[in-house]
């Protein structure tokens, strides 16, 4: 199992291809709903090229040295979003899709919590590792080695804040 790096570049490239898969697909959905943090950004582009309403469901399920080792998931209670109502035919979005319990336990989180309003659920992800226990309706990429893979983003997983304005801080001036 070799690692994937991937670039700022190809990181918006997989979501374009990621919005045209599901424009091919003649599917009309009404919400997005993304899981935060890996699929705020997709989310988000995708809400703009859709025009369609944005809700964030947090999760978190990797922790330890690196963010690499998987536990249980944790859920928020409740949706962020700012409509009234969650809408009827909703796109489920995160960057990938690895074991798949996280996407298969947040379709079953949305169902119990939000199925009265709920028609379909469709999911969409960068990445679909051969590893998960679930399909999802819409990819880009299918890695059949189950690689880590390493975002551009998570370099600030690395960093402080306090590291950051040391390394943007100007010089004090001296008084004259």
């Known amino acids: 199992m070799s690692d994937l790096h991937v670039s700022w570049s190809e990181y918006h490239q997989k979501i374009e291809q990621l919005a045209v898969k599901v424009y091919a697909s003649n599917w009309e959905f009404n919400q997005i709903v993304c899981l935060a943090r890996g699929g705020l950004r997709i989310g988000d582009l995708l809400s703009r090229i859709y025009d369609q309403p944005m809700a964030i469901l947090s ?3 990797y922790g330890g040295t690196g ?3 998987r536990g249980s998931i944790t859920f928020s209670r409740d949706l962020a979003m700012t409509t009234a109502s969650v809408g009827n035919r909703v796109l489920l979005v995160d960057d990938l899709v690895d074991s ?3 996407l298969k336990r947040s379709i079953d989180w949305l169902n119990s919590r939000y199925g009265f309003y709920i028609d379909e659920i469709r ?3 960068l990445w679909y590792k051969q590893c998960s226990v679930i399909e999802p309706d819409y990819y880009v990429d299918y890695l059949a080695h189950n690689p880590w893979i390493h975002q551009p983003f998570e370099p600030y997983e690395q960093v402080t804040a306090a590291e950051l304005a040391q390394k943007w801080s ?6 004259s």
């Open 59 to 61: 999760t978190a399920s």
């Open 67 to 69: 963010g690499q080792v």
């Open 100 to 102: 798949g319990e996280s």
């Open 123 to 125: 999911t969409a992800v």
């Open 170 to 175: 100007t010089p004090a001036a001296t008084p």
